[in-house]
């Protein structure tokens, strides 16, 4: 990857005995969004704030916008947003003045502030709602007006810490078209979620962090490639056809999960079309009804629960082995 927006390398950080970031590597190409995937404790926070240098790793080269984060780290502050899991907004204000007064912050002069405030509101679809106080904001409005705020100093790199914890459906999308307008404009994005659908949605690259560590990193299909790749899922009328069906099914007994109480078969597949089809010719002459065949890739939830899962499976049963 020539010349990243953010690199990584070895990176480690304690809390006391806690191991938060136990070598960690990274990457993240410029002008993308970099999913950072994670169970609570993996350390996902832990990196944003590094990497926004609110915190010094304990170890580990950390380059952000092509400068170091503890050795210039005022560099990098000039060329980061962020925006944290809580909103930062004075909600007596208005959204203008709130922007307005982040300019101040940034030393942008107060006629500069208000021009900067002002594209934003219209960029961000709040132009209407810029003097009304943010307290009567919904979640999605509030949520892009900190979104807003994150990108007054107009920033090379942008974090998004866990952007749409609490919003309902409608606020998500909000922030998801955002987010994709900023990375049309040549943003670097790297948001951590616990949501597998935003990184699904938005993410042109996804790691998984699990214990302070990258235990997989590629891209949402390549990724769903390490669960099993495509499956075909027959849903029966009759689960006492089940065993017969799977019988039938043109694919290795050993390959197709039965569960008995959604009335499902499912089984792995290589060629799409050639197995929808072989399933319904199948099951047609043997005269079991399906109420529904239906191809389906693994979701990024699937791999997620898979990585994590197995990584606590290998960690538990070398606990056991050293106690024995």
């Known amino acids: 990857m020539a010349d990243p927006a953010i690199t990584v390398e070895g990176a480690h950080k304690k809390y006391g005995e806690k191991k938060a970031l136990e070598g960690l590597d990274l990457r993240v190409a ?4 970099h999913g950072v995937l994670g169970p609570n404790g993996a350390g996902k926070t832990t990196l944003v704030r590094i990497l926004s240098t609110l915190l010094r790793p304990d170890a580990g080269r950390i380059v952000v916008a092509g400068h170091d984060v503890v050795a210039r780290a005022r560099e990098v502050r000039f060329r980061i947003g962020l925006l944290g899991q809580h909103a930062a907004l004075d909600e007596e204000l208005g959204g203008r003045q709130n922007l307005e007064m982040f300019g101040r ?3 942008l002069g107060a006629r500069h502030a208000r021009v900067r405030a002002d594209e934003l509101l219209e960029r961000f679809g709040l132009a209407d709602t810029g003097r009304k106080p943010v307290g009567q904001y919904s979640g999605g409005m509030r949520r892009r007006l900190d979104l807003a705020a994150s990108l007054i100093g107009e920033p090379e790199v942008l974090f998004l810490d866990e952007p749409t914890t609490g919003l309902d459906p409608r606020g998500r999308a909000e922030v998801w078209d955002s987010v994709r307008t ?13 949501y597998l659908e935003e990184a699904d949605q938005l993410a042109d690259r996804v790691s998984v962090v699990d214990g302070g560590r990258v235990v997989a990193d590629g891209t949402p299909d390549e990724l769903k490639s390490l669960t099993g790749g495509d499956r075909v899922d ?3 009328r009759d689960a006492g056809r089940l065993d017969a069906a799977a019988a039938l099914l043109p694919f290795s007994a050993a390959d197709v999960l039965v569960d008995t109480d959604r009335r499902l078969l499912s089984a792995p597949v290589t060629d799409r079309m050639a197995a929808l089809s072989g399933v319904v010719r199948a099951l047609a002459e043997a005269g079991i009804e399906a109420e529904d065949v239906a191809l389906r890739r693994p979701t990024l939830d699937e791999v997620f629960l898979h990585l994590t899962g197995e990584r606590r499976e290998r960690t538990e049963d070398h606990r056991t082995k050293e106690a024995v």
Do not use: A, D
């Open 30 to 33: 410029r002008g993308t969004v």
């Open 105 to 107: 912050l940034y030393h």
């Open 182 to 194: 900023l990375v049309g404009g040549g943003t670097t994005v790297l948001l951590t979620t616990q």
């Open 234 to 236: 027959v849903v029966l």
